[in-house]
């Protein structure tokens, strides 16, 4: 068998093709040449081998450790950061509705008495978090669809006026005859611009993203929502108890401040050179890469790399519709980009993310006490979230998210055990473990998914797949939003935390499908994945395969 290009001389040596950058544009087959003779010398390779199973020109960017890519690409990284803020103003607009309805004052001018406290109507309660989900899923098809036209950046600028739109009609819900409708109404339209703008900084993370550090910003995109969470939640901390309605309406204004920070920013943005080059603008995509910082080398290889992979894309993907993520190898690559986003909603962070001081409250803890439990909720995620950037490289993104689901599973069918017991002792055993689960979710599945939404779709077809994708998680979390309010609020079902039962169920049939169908990843470059789905590798041997 051919021993993986991988493990032979560095591709910059001397001798190598890879060491003239231009040749790469005029004479792409070199570099499968020049790997073929590398191999032809070696005494472990089947000569018959080297036509039977051809080696891609995949591995043009250098090999480089995570230090050195720090280290190489400073205007890269700032970039990055900047989709990762990206994905803050999401996680912020998003929880902004949801973390208010563990204020009481909130509960007071939006809801109802009953049984001596005031309680949201499970109808509103439901649409609060259903419309805003179901507006996600039309979100993110627009932001897949219109941004292949006009690019990531001015998409970007979309989806900011949009979220100021919605902002504004959460503050003034309040002061209307009919507060749930208005509030309503903005939290849909900010689903919406969420929905559009994840698909889009998902995207140009990892277009512009060296190969090292794909699956580090890919998985950081979780600490977003956790740091969005955080400081909601230290707002909520310092105001929630006001009797008046800046308990609750701090947290929306607060969220001009977080879009408005990276609408100021917005007009430095650099365009994703591989959207550049996909529209045949070569010449603002060598202007792009020189803004993220490259050399005229790099570029060189940059541009020979990104035409490569656009090339390979094409041959699999006659068009750019929808319909075309179901053609083909990309059927599977769909499946495999959208289930882990799919998957999460089945194991119920929803519930968790969406209940956790709501359900403090019911468990006897005081309002100021389930504030405090909220912020280390957050701080755990985080803490989750950083350990993943590790891990990720390391464990890899199957087993990272087979075992960490694994272990999620245990901890929601012992807090169901739990809450069972319906003592104080056993309340707080709850909240304990559903703190673990916080921290578990975000260092495993919270973290492995968008990596894998961002980097298993095909280039031309990447936005689609990720719009595909976390449409799907909408969908899903949509009927979620609809359904926990009246398995779990004290004046429906009244399931409490015994919810978590469900989604450990639900779980345990996820993991066989980690296990069975979820590919190995990790150190493989965006032309390696195209190339092991069109021989058609499976699932469990993608980390061990050789080209």
Request: aromatic letters at 12%.
């Amino acid at each position: 068998m051919a021993t993986s290009g991988r493990d032979t001389k560095s591709p910059l040596e001397p001798n190598s093709a890879l060491s003239n950058p231009a040749s790469l544009l005029f004479h792409p087959m070199s570099v499968d040449q020049q790997r073929k003779d590398n191999l032809a010398c070696s005494d472990k390779v089947n000569h018959a081998d080297l036509d039977a199973k051809p080696i891609p020109e995949t591995r043009i960017e250098a090999p480089e450790t995570i230090k050195q890519a720090l280290t190489r690409h400073p205007w890269t990284i700032v970039w990055l950061v900047y989709g990762i803020w990206m994905v803050a103003c999401n996680s912020f607009d998003s929880s902004a509705g949801s973390t208010v309805l563990g204020i009481p004052k909130f509960r007071q001018d939006y809801g109802f008495m009953y049984n001596s406290n005031y309680v949201l109507p499970a109808k509103w309660q439901s649409a609060y978090s259903g419309g805003p989900a179901a507006a996600q899923v039309i979100g993110t098809f627009m932001g897949g669809g219109l941004g292949d036209k006009i690019g990531r950046k001015w998409m970007t600028l979309v989806t900011y006026l949009i979220l100021f739109i919605g902002i504004t009609l959460e503050v003034v819900s309040h002061q209307t005859s009919n507060p749930n409708a208005v509030f309503f109404a903005g939290k849909f339209v900010n689903g919406f611009a969420i929905g559009a703008l994840m698909t889009t900084a998902m995207t140009y993370i990892v277009e512009i993203a060296p190969v090292r550090l794909r699956g580090i910003f890919a998985a950081a995109a979780g600490i977003s929502f956790c740091v969005g969470t955080l400081v909601l939640s230290l707002i909520v901390n310092a105001y929630g108890q006001l009797d008046t309605e800046w308990a609750y309406k701090s947290a929306f204004v607060t969220q001009y401040g977080v879009t408005g920070i990276a609408l100021f920013i917005w007009p430095f943005m650099p365009e994703s050179p591989t959207w550049l080059i996909s529209v045949n603008k070569d010449t603002q995509a060598i202007k792009a890469l020189k803004r993220l910082g490259q050399s005229e080398a790099e570029i060189e290889v940059s541009l020979a790399t990104i035409k490569y992979t656009l090339e390979k894309a094409r041959e699999e993907s006659s068009g750019v519709t929808y319909a075309e993520l179901f053609r083909k190898t990309n059927l599977r690559r769909t499946i495999i980009a959208s289930m882990p986003l799919i998957i999460q909603q089945f194991s119920g962070v929803n519930w968790i993310a969406g209940y956790f001081t709501y359900y403090a409250q019911l468990a006897g803890y005081s309002t100021a006490m389930s504030y405090k439990l909220s912020i280390t909720q957050q701080v755990l995620s985080m803490v989750g979230n950083i350990n993943s950037w590790f891990l990720i490289e390391s464990f890899g993104r199957r087993g990272l998210s087979l075992w960490g689901l694994i272990g999620l599973t245990v901890v929601l069918f012992i807090a169901g055990g739990t809450a069972c017991l319906e003592t104080i002792a056993g309340n707080r055993a709850t909240v304990s473990l559903i703190l673990i689960y916080c921290w578990g979710y975000n260092m495993t599945i919270g973290a492995t998914a968008y990596v894998a939404m961002s980097e298993i779709g095909t280039s031309r077809l990447r936005t689609k797949t990720a719009a595909f994708s976390l449409a799907m998680q909408g969908a899903w979390g949509t009927m979620w939003s609809f359904t926990l309010p009246y398995l779990f609020n004290p004046n429906e079902a009244n399931l409490g935390a015994k919810c978590a039962f469900i989604f450990g169920a639900l779980s345990i049939i996820c993991c066989v499908y980690f296990y069975y169908y979820h590919p190995e990843t990790k150190g493989r470059s965006l032309a390696e994945l195209d190339e092991m789905f069109a021989q058609r590798v499976p699932a469990r041997k993608f980390a061990t395969y050789q080209f």
